[in-house]
């Protein structure tokens, strides 16, 4: 079975992890903060945190659109997209411009 992470979304208490299974997306909701979950995925340096809200798999982006005021990730077979904050933008930028 392929599974895949491709970001996780936080819901107040809970966190919605969102992936592909066997080239299909799903997610599931769990009760759990951001934060924990942050703290369990620090050993792989591609999950990155870029909102208050979203961690996302840099290993799984598709593309990335928008400028410093405002940078958005999409993802494969994922109709919306995941916003950067600005707190976050210049250290997203830097990851990125490693990838090219």
């Known amino acids: 079975m392929d599974y895949s992470i491709l970001y996780v979304k936080s819901e107040s208490n809970y966190c919605e992890i969102h ?17 924990s979950i942050e703290d369990s995925l620090k050993e792989f340096s591609f999950f990155v945190r870029v909102h208050r809200s979203y961690i996302v798999n840099f290993n799984r982006i598709y593309k990335v659109s928008g400028t410093a005021q405002g940078y958005k990730v999409h993802f494969e077979n994922v109709q919306h997209s995941i916003p950067v904050s600005r707190k976050q ?3 997203f930028k830097s990851l990125v411009s490693l990838l090219r």
Do not use: C, G
Request: glycine share 0%.
């Open 19 to 35: 992936f592909n299974e066997n080239d299909k997306y799903r997610k599931e909701l769990i009760r759990a903060s951001l934060n």
């Open 89 to 91: 933008s210049a250290h």
